[in-house]
């Protein structure tokens, strides 16, 4: 279940991270909207029924096996578009639709593990001390631009909403015929209420995101230390297998 603090540890972490000057932007869709993005087996989270993308603009270092850093500049932009999925455990987890970095070497090894990494040009503004200005166009087909500035509050962030939009743990990603879940390990969110002064977001509509149902809502938090496991596996049964066997009859999770 989407929580405030990590269910596991990532003792051996495959990438540690510094994740500041988080925005988040939220907006609520319809789960059909969401249902083609979604590969099988995971399936569309909903929350009272409406199914959510994000938009999570931010800074981020890179270390390989939590000690090396890529090549480049040790901090860069990045920018990810997410929606919310079960697991065929029923753990929940993101689904990226994509991940943006400024960071080349950053991008290659993504997408070595077949995440949706791609270099784009961005930039974080903050230097006006009450708005924090993310700016960025993607490099890649389809090409597209995004303009967000999020003013945070004083007010924290801890409704059931906020917590199932941004208490996050796994990550997935269909790679061939297997499914891959991420774990992450984070200090719990020093989560804000962010007014949303300016939201282009046109990024995540190019990438198969669809409209809002309902207006956007947005959260700010200056940054986690975050450590990322290596992939675990689960092998997936071609669509005809699966409808005629039980769940518990899928393979296990492997790593």
């Not at 972490?13 to 907006?27: I, K, T």
């Not at 903050?126 to 200005?133: E, K, T």
């Not at 020093?190 to 002064?197: D, F, M, S």
């Not at 207006?215 to 496991?229: D, E, Q």
């Amino acid at each position: 279940m989407a929580s405030r603090e990590p269910p596991r540890r990532v003792r051996l972490p495959m990438v540690s991270q510094q994740w500041r000057s988080v925005g988040f932007v939220h907006w609520p869709c319809a789960p059909h909207a969401i249902g083609p993005l979604v590969p099988e087996p995971l399936v569309v989270d909903t929350y009272d029924g409406a199914a959510w993308m994000s938009m999570t603009p931010f800074s981020t270092t890179c270390e390989v096996l939590g000690a090396v850093g890529v090549p480049g500049a040790p901090r860069f932009p990045e920018t990810n578009v997410r929606t919310y999925v079960r697991g065929p455990d029923g753990r929940d987890g993101l689904l990226f639709l994509s991940l943006e970095v400024t960071n080349h070497a950053n991008a290659f090894l993504g997408r070595l593990l077949g995440l949706p990494y791609r270099v784009a040009a961005m930039e974080i503004d903050d230097s006006d001390a009450n708005i924090y200005r993310y700016r960025g166009s993607r490099d890649a087909s389809p090409r597209a631009t995004y303009d967000i500035a999020l003013r945070p509050t004083d007010v924290s962030a801890c409704a059931p909403l906020d917590v199932f939009l941004t208490g996050r743990w796994s990550a997935y990603v269909r790679f061939g015929r297997a499914l891959l879940r991420f774990d992450v390990e984070h200090e719990p969110w020093p989560l804000r209420r962010a007014e949303l002064v300016h939201a282009d977001t046109a990024i995540a509509t190019a990438v198969g995101a669809p409209d809002a149902t309902r207006p956007m809502t947005a959260h700010f938090a200056h940054g986690v230390s975050a450590r990322i496991a290596g992939p675990a596996v689960r092998f997936c049964r071609p669509a005809a297998a699966r409808s005629i066997e039980r769940d518990d009859e899928e393979p296990a999770w492997e790593g």
